[in-house]
């Protein structure tokens, strides 16, 4: 058996299915690690939604800010955008079932010294109070109530954690973190608007990674969400959104060996 960890597919099925064929996926022994944004700017966020769901336990998932703008946008809650793709989803005689599906999904997935989360952690947060944490966020989206969530998770307020936050406040910082985040100070203050490379932080800023006491840097943080940063492999951190959507590589590592496997994405 082995493990292969999927940086974000964004709706690029075809280039999923070459990637998997790359390394002889085999479900019946195999599992995938998705990093989150199965869905969106790519042509077959359907295709994408449905053969995941269908793999049942041989796929985790962690959720990112594509799948959260997908059951937001299906429930109402949000604004499509120019560059959105999921009008096949939300057309789908199945698109209650694919997104009820979606909203059970978790922000942070803890297994074997390894936590999959989309874009990052705050430099305060242990993985086990990450666990925690992300647990309050899933509770609130699988919860009988979760369209009160949903109507307030939007927004970049308040830019920090505080171990005193509470309500909606407290689950969109967890949110933010876990599913927007590439930069912040080193005591945990995020800034949303900079998607550059790493050395375009504003001032007093820094990569998420690269915070200096980082409480997570016991485990190795499986990422994607930061394309501009592209394959980052280092001994505490496998960043792999290789840009496939932007004509770059959808990527795969074996997290048994760290095996790189990838596919050219410029056709897509």
């Given at each position: 058996m082995a493990t292969y960890a999927i940086g974000d597919i964004q709706g690029c099925f075809d280039a999923l299915q070459r990637l998997l064929d790359r390394f002889e996926f085999d479900r019946r022994r195999d599992r995938l690690w998705l990093v989150g944004d199965l869905v969106n700017r790519g042509p077959q966020s359907l295709e994408v939604l449905r053969f995941v769901r269908n793999l049942d336990d041989s796929a985790v998932i962690v959720l990112g800010n594509h799948d959260l703008h997908l059951i937001m946008l299906a429930e109402g809650n949000s604004r499509s955008r120019e560059e959105d793709t999921l009008e096949a989803i939300l057309n789908a005689p199945d698109r209650d079932e694919l997104v009820a599906w979606l909203r059970r999904q978790p922000l942070l997935h803890v297994e074997n010294g390894f936590a999959m989360v989309h874009a990052g952690l705050l430099p305060q947060w242990s993985v086990k109070q990450a666990q925690a944490l992300s647990g309050e966020v899933e509770s609130a989206l699988r919860a009988r109530n979760y369209r009160d969530f949903l109507i307030h998770m939007r927004g970049s307020e308040p830019p920090a954690w505080h171990d005193n936050l509470a309500g909606w406040a407290r689950l969109r910082v967890i949110v933010n973190a876990m599913t927007r985040m590439r930069f912040c100070t080193p005591n945990g203050?995020?800034?949303?608007?900079?998607?550059?490379?790493?050395?375009?932080?504003?001032?007093?800023?820094?990569?998420?990674?690269?915070?200096?006491?980082?409480?997570?840097?016991?485990?190795?943080?499986?990422?994607?969400?930061?394309?501009?940063?592209?394959?980052?492999?280092?001994?505490?951190l496998l960043a792999l959104d290789s840009g496939c959507f932007w004509g770059g590589h959808l990527t795969a590592v074996r997290l048994e060996d760290q095996a790189i496997f990838q596919v050219d994405c410029r056709a897509t």
């Open positions: 203050r995020m800034e949303f608007r900079s998607k550059g490379k790493v050395n375009s932080a504003p001032p007093g800023y820094l990569p998420w990674f690269d915070a200096p006491q980082r409480q997570s840097a016991d485990h190795v943080l499986v990422t994607g969400h930061w394309s501009a940063l592209g394959l980052k492999l280092t001994d505490r």
